[in-house]
């Protein structure tokens, strides 16, 4: 890959990071796009160099997995003159009572929404802090903002995101390196499938196609902000999460989430 302007996209073969991947490459980035599902990568970047001319490239890699995380941190580390920007939006959600799941199911969570975040955060911030330019985009939630039960490790998970992702971006700010969360909230997309989450009432929330989630992050990233939550309802969800007393809060979301645990998709 020649040009200096490279994105990496995790997750990109699906919802956001698909998304993102495609505005990404309209806004004059060349892609890596990472997922498990190469099949689809590839579908992608044929896609999208024929409508963009940007140059595109694809690694399959479970980012579950320590060893496949380190074959992505070569790929970065191969292209760091290039690399302008990391999109760590890999994740996966599970909703359902606390006895319900494997807990090698919320291992992997963890590994995924959280160790892989966070490594790769790192190997990329080593790379950039030298070239004191850069920019990282980690994908949190509207759930980091408060604790949701039936959700719990996924809510905690966020939350981890959000208050690392907030702590980096202020030390990597004196290196020139813009560092954002991107927190939506309720995006149609194949989350909500994979989490096990049985409703699609639409009704008591706003509902965000992954195209206008991505919009919203990337112009956000654009003017420089810290924390991004994409649209009107998702931001007065969190004001009230803020203001609200913090057992009203539980009670509320433990209510609108004990009936939707439905069955998640093996991810296996
Ligand atoms: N949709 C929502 O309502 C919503 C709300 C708040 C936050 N989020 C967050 O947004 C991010 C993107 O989710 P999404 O809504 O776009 O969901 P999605 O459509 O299910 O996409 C998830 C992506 O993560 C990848 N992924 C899953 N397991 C992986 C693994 N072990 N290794 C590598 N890649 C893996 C999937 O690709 P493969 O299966 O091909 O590996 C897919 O590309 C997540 O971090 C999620 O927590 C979503």
């Known amino acids: ?14 919802g956001i990071g698909w998304e993102m991947s495609k505005q990404l490459a309209a806004r004059g980035y060349d892609l890596l796009l990472v997922a498990r599902r190469e099949d689809r990568l590839r579908a992608l ?17 479970d980012l579950t997995q320590p060893s496949e995380r380190r074959k992505l941190v070569s790929a970065l580390e191969s292209r760091k003159e290039a690399l302008q920007l990391l999109v760590n939006s890999a994740g996966v959600g599970m909703v359902g009572p606390t006895v319900a799941p494997p807990l090698e ?16 955060s790192y190997e990329t911030a080593k790379i950039m802090i030298p070239r ?21 490790v996924y809510s905690a998970a966020k939350a981890y995101v959000l208050s690392f ?13 813009r560092v954002m969360a991107l927190c939506p909230g ?9 989490a096990g989450v049985k409703y699609d009432d639409t009704r008591f929330r706003s509902v965000m ?3 206008a989630c991505a919009r919203a992050g990337l112009d956000d990233f654009d003017k420089g902000k810290r924390i991004s939550v994409t649209g009107l309802g998702n931001k007065l969800l969190v004001l009230s ?3 609200a007393p913090r057992s009203i809060t539980l009670k509320i979301g433990s209510r609108l989430m004990k009936n939707r645990a439905g069955q998640p998709l093996n991810d296996e």
């Open 1 to 14: 890959m020649g040009s200096g302007n490279l994105a990496v996209v995790t997750g990109a073969s699906s």
């Open 45 to 61: 970047a044929s896609e999208v160099s024929h409508q963009t001319g940007r140059n595109t490239d694809v690694l399959g890699a």
């Open 105 to 120: 199911r919320i291992m992997k969570l963890i590994e995924l929404n959280i160790t892989a975040v966070t490594e790769l």
């Open 132 to 152: 004191r330019a850069g920019g990282l985009i980690n994908v949190a939630s509207t759930a980091s903002f408060q604790a949701v039960p039936y959700m719990n």
């Open 165 to 177: 992702t907030e702590a980096l971006g202020e030390e990597l700010r004196e290196y020139g390196i």
């Open 186 to 194: 309720y995006t149609k997309t194949e989350f909500q499938a994979v």
């Open 209 to 211: 196609s992954a195209a």
């Open 241 to 243: 999460s803020w203001i």
